[in-house]
T-cell receptor
Framework: EDKVVQSPLSLVVHEGDTVTLNCSYEVTNFRSLLWYKQEKKAPTFLFMLTSSGIEKKSGRLSSILDKKELSSILNITATQTGDSAIYLCAVDRTGGTSYGKLTFGQGTILTVHP | EAQVTQNPRYLITVTGKKLTVTCSQNMNHEYMSWYRQDPGLGLRQIYYSMNVEVTDKGDVPEGYKVSRKEKRNFPLILESPSPNQTSLYFC????????????FGPGTRLTVL
Protein backbone atom coordinates (compact mmCIF):
# COMPACT_ATOMS: atom_id res chain seq x y z
CA GLU A 1 0.00 0.00 0.00
CA ASP A 2 1.31 3.45 -0.91
CA LYS A 3 2.44 5.54 2.04
CA VAL A 4 3.63 9.09 2.66
CA VAL A 5 4.91 9.86 6.15
CA GLN A 6 5.91 13.25 7.52
CA SER A 7 7.94 14.06 10.59
CA PRO A 8 7.82 15.60 13.02
CA LEU A 9 4.06 15.93 13.37
CA SER A 10 4.44 19.12 15.34
CA LEU A 11 7.25 21.59 15.90
CA VAL A 12 7.53 24.74 18.02
CA VAL A 13 10.40 27.17 17.44
CA HIS A 14 11.31 30.80 18.01
CA GLU A 15 11.69 33.45 15.36
CA GLY A 16 15.07 33.26 13.68
CA ASP A 17 15.47 29.50 14.12
CA THR A 18 16.05 27.17 11.16
CA VAL A 19 13.73 24.18 10.78
CA THR A 20 13.86 21.00 8.72
CA LEU A 21 10.70 19.10 7.89
CA ASN A 22 10.84 15.56 6.58
CA CYS A 23 8.72 13.58 4.15
CA SER A 24 9.32 9.93 3.23
CA TYR A 25 7.35 7.89 0.72
CA GLU A 26 6.71 4.38 -0.53
CA VAL A 27 4.75 4.78 -3.75
CA THR A 28 4.47 2.68 -6.87
CA ASN A 29 5.44 4.52 -10.07
CA PHE A 30 6.65 7.63 -8.25
CA ARG A 31 6.92 10.70 -10.43
CA SER A 32 7.03 13.84 -8.29
CA LEU A 33 6.79 15.15 -4.75
CA LEU A 34 4.94 18.34 -3.93
CA TRP A 35 5.03 20.61 -0.89
CA TYR A 36 2.08 22.73 0.23
CA LYS A 37 1.63 25.32 2.99
CA GLN A 38 -1.71 25.57 4.77
CA GLU A 39 -2.40 28.53 6.99
CA LYS A 40 -5.91 29.07 8.29
CA LYS A 41 -7.61 28.22 5.04
CA ALA A 42 -6.86 26.08 1.99
CA PRO A 43 -3.42 24.74 1.05
CA THR A 44 -1.21 26.74 -1.29
CA PHE A 45 1.47 25.23 -3.52
CA LEU A 46 5.15 25.68 -2.61
CA PHE A 47 7.36 23.33 -4.65
CA MET A 48 7.36 20.39 -7.00
CA LEU A 49 10.37 18.08 -7.12
CA THR A 50 11.05 15.39 -9.70
CA SER A 51 14.05 13.31 -10.67
CA SER A 52 14.97 16.03 -13.17
CA GLY A 53 14.65 18.80 -10.59
CA ILE A 54 15.68 17.57 -7.18
CA GLU A 55 16.34 20.90 -5.47
CA LYS A 56 14.16 23.98 -5.33
CA LYS A 57 14.59 27.29 -3.53
CA SER A 58 12.36 30.27 -2.94
CA GLY A 59 13.54 32.93 -0.55
CA ARG A 60 14.04 31.36 2.88
CA LEU A 61 12.45 28.08 1.84
CA SER A 62 14.29 25.29 0.08
CA SER A 63 13.59 21.66 -0.61
CA ILE A 64 15.59 18.64 -1.72
CA LEU A 65 14.46 15.29 -3.06
CA ASP A 66 16.55 12.21 -2.27
CA LYS A 67 15.39 9.50 -4.68
CA LYS A 68 17.74 6.94 -3.18
CA GLU A 69 16.35 7.40 0.33
CA LEU A 70 12.79 7.97 -1.00
CA SER A 71 12.48 11.16 0.98
CA SER A 72 12.44 14.93 0.85
CA ILE A 73 13.24 17.71 3.27
CA LEU A 74 11.84 21.22 3.45
CA ASN A 75 14.14 23.77 5.08
CA ILE A 76 13.03 27.12 6.38
CA THR A 77 15.77 29.50 7.52
CA ALA A 78 15.36 32.56 9.74
CA THR A 79 11.78 31.59 10.57
CA GLN A 80 9.12 34.26 11.07
CA THR A 81 5.75 34.11 12.80
CA GLY A 82 4.17 34.15 9.34
CA ASP A 83 5.72 30.76 8.69
CA SER A 84 3.38 29.22 11.26
CA ALA A 85 1.25 26.77 9.28
CA ILE A 86 0.68 23.14 8.44
CA TYR A 87 3.18 21.91 5.86
CA LEU A 88 1.95 19.08 3.67
CA CYS A 89 3.83 16.89 1.26
CA ALA A 90 2.18 14.82 -1.46
CA VAL A 91 3.29 12.33 -4.06
CA ASP A 92 1.96 11.64 -7.54
CA ARG A 93 2.59 8.83 -10.01
CA THR A 94 3.76 8.39 -13.58
CA GLY A 95 0.95 6.31 -14.93
CA GLY A 96 -1.01 3.12 -14.70
CA THR A 97 -4.30 2.89 -12.91
CA SER A 98 -3.30 5.52 -10.34
CA TYR A 99 -2.41 8.27 -12.80
CA GLY A 100 -3.94 11.44 -11.40
CA LYS A 101 -4.01 10.13 -7.84
CA LEU A 102 -2.32 12.25 -5.19
CA THR A 103 -1.35 10.89 -1.78
CA PHE A 104 -0.63 13.28 1.08
CA GLY A 105 1.28 12.85 4.31
CA GLN A 106 -0.21 13.70 7.71
CA GLY A 107 1.29 17.15 7.70
CA THR A 108 3.70 18.94 10.08
CA ILE A 109 2.26 21.69 12.26
CA LEU A 110 4.88 24.42 12.61
CA THR A 111 4.44 27.10 15.26
CA VAL A 112 6.86 30.02 15.32
CA HIS A 113 6.87 32.12 18.48
CA PRO A 114 8.10 35.73 18.50
CA GLU B 1 -11.28 36.42 -10.66
CA ALA B 2 -9.93 32.88 -11.07
CA GLN B 3 -11.34 30.77 -8.30
CA VAL B 4 -12.77 27.51 -7.03
CA THR B 5 -16.05 27.87 -5.17
CA GLN B 6 -17.71 25.41 -2.84
CA ASN B 7 -21.17 25.40 -1.34
CA PRO B 8 -22.21 25.21 1.36
CA ARG B 9 -19.28 26.39 3.49
CA TYR B 10 -20.76 24.91 6.67
CA LEU B 11 -23.31 22.15 7.03
CA ILE B 12 -24.73 20.29 10.00
CA THR B 13 -26.91 17.32 9.09
CA VAL B 14 -28.17 14.04 10.48
CA THR B 15 -27.21 10.47 9.71
CA GLY B 16 -28.74 9.13 6.51
CA LYS B 17 -29.95 12.38 4.98
CA LYS B 18 -28.54 12.65 1.45
CA LEU B 19 -26.51 15.75 0.72
CA THR B 20 -24.51 17.31 -2.10
CA VAL B 21 -21.56 19.66 -1.83
CA THR B 22 -21.07 21.64 -5.01
CA CYS B 23 -17.73 22.63 -6.51
CA SER B 24 -17.22 24.93 -9.44
CA GLN B 25 -14.13 26.41 -11.12
CA ASN B 26 -13.90 29.17 -13.69
CA MET B 27 -10.40 28.47 -15.02
CA ASN B 28 -11.28 25.88 -17.67
CA HIS B 29 -9.23 23.29 -15.76
CA GLU B 30 -9.41 19.67 -16.83
CA TYR B 31 -8.39 18.14 -13.49
CA MET B 32 -10.58 18.34 -10.40
CA SER B 33 -10.38 16.55 -7.08
CA TRP B 34 -12.04 16.20 -3.69
CA TYR B 35 -10.13 15.83 -0.40
CA ARG B 36 -11.09 15.47 3.19
CA GLN B 37 -8.95 16.74 6.04
CA ASP B 38 -9.03 15.31 9.55
CA PRO B 39 -6.73 16.18 12.47
CA GLY B 40 -3.51 14.17 12.35
CA LEU B 41 -4.34 12.61 8.99
CA GLY B 42 -3.45 15.37 6.56
CA LEU B 43 -5.41 15.55 3.31
CA ARG B 44 -6.86 12.37 1.88
CA GLN B 45 -8.08 12.19 -1.68
CA ILE B 46 -11.66 10.98 -2.13
CA TYR B 47 -12.22 11.10 -5.89
CA TYR B 48 -10.60 12.85 -8.81
CA SER B 49 -11.46 13.59 -12.41
CA MET B 50 -9.01 13.96 -15.27
CA ASN B 51 -11.68 15.39 -17.56
CA VAL B 52 -15.39 15.44 -18.30
CA GLU B 53 -17.04 12.04 -17.76
CA VAL B 54 -13.77 10.58 -16.38
CA THR B 55 -13.66 9.97 -12.63
CA ASP B 56 -11.49 7.71 -10.47
CA LYS B 57 -11.24 6.70 -6.84
CA GLY B 58 -8.73 8.27 -4.53
CA ASP B 59 -7.58 6.77 -1.25
CA VAL B 60 -10.88 7.07 0.66
CA PRO B 61 -13.83 6.81 -1.76
CA GLU B 62 -16.17 4.70 0.41
CA GLY B 63 -19.46 6.44 1.14
CA TYR B 64 -19.03 9.11 -1.54
CA LYS B 65 -20.07 9.58 -5.15
CA VAL B 66 -19.08 12.16 -7.72
CA SER B 67 -20.03 13.13 -11.24
CA ARG B 68 -18.38 15.28 -13.90
CA LYS B 69 -20.97 16.14 -16.50
CA GLU B 70 -19.44 19.51 -17.35
CA LYS B 71 -15.87 20.73 -17.11
CA ARG B 72 -16.51 23.43 -14.52
CA ASN B 73 -18.53 21.42 -11.96
CA PHE B 74 -17.59 18.48 -9.78
CA PRO B 75 -20.20 17.83 -7.06
CA LEU B 76 -19.56 15.50 -4.13
CA ILE B 77 -22.55 13.40 -3.09
CA LEU B 78 -23.04 11.65 0.23
CA GLU B 79 -25.99 9.30 -0.29
CA SER B 80 -26.29 8.28 3.35
CA PRO B 81 -23.95 10.33 5.52
CA SER B 82 -22.59 8.85 8.72
CA PRO B 83 -20.81 10.51 11.69
CA ASN B 84 -17.40 9.27 10.47
CA GLN B 85 -17.83 11.55 7.46
CA THR B 86 -17.70 14.58 9.72
CA SER B 87 -14.72 16.43 8.30
CA LEU B 88 -13.38 19.45 6.43
CA TYR B 89 -13.74 18.97 2.68
CA PHE B 90 -11.72 20.70 -0.03
CA CYS B 91 -12.32 20.76 -3.75
CA UNK B 92 -9.36 21.58 -6.00
CA UNK B 93 -8.62 22.03 -9.67
CA UNK B 94 -5.53 22.25 -11.86
CA UNK B 95 -4.93 22.70 -15.59
CA UNK B 96 -4.32 19.05 -16.51
CA UNK B 97 -2.84 17.07 -13.62
CA UNK B 98 -2.42 17.31 -9.83
CA UNK B 99 1.29 18.03 -10.22
CA UNK B 100 0.34 21.30 -11.87
CA UNK B 101 -0.38 23.97 -9.29
CA UNK B 102 -3.67 23.02 -7.69
CA UNK B 103 -6.13 25.73 -6.75
CA PHE B 104 -8.17 24.88 -3.70
CA GLY B 105 -11.64 25.98 -2.78
CA PRO B 106 -12.32 27.57 0.62
CA GLY B 107 -13.44 24.30 2.23
CA THR B 108 -16.74 22.91 3.50
CA ARG B 109 -17.01 21.98 7.16
CA LEU B 110 -19.48 19.11 7.47
CA THR B 111 -20.86 17.75 10.72
CA VAL B 112 -22.98 14.59 10.66
CA LEU B 113 -24.92 13.96 13.88
Amino acid sequence: EDKVVQSPLSLVVHEGDTVTLNCSYEVTNFRSLLWYKQEKKAPTFLFMLTSSGIEKKSGRLSSILDKKELSSILNITATQTGDSAIYLCAVDRTGGTSYGKLTFGQGTILTVHP
Amino acid sequence: EAQVTQNPRYLITVTGKKLTVTCSQNMNHEYMSWYRQDPGLGLRQIYYSMNVEVTDKGDVPEGYKVSRKEKRNFPLILESPSPNQTSLYFCASSPTHPRDTQYFGPGTRLTVL
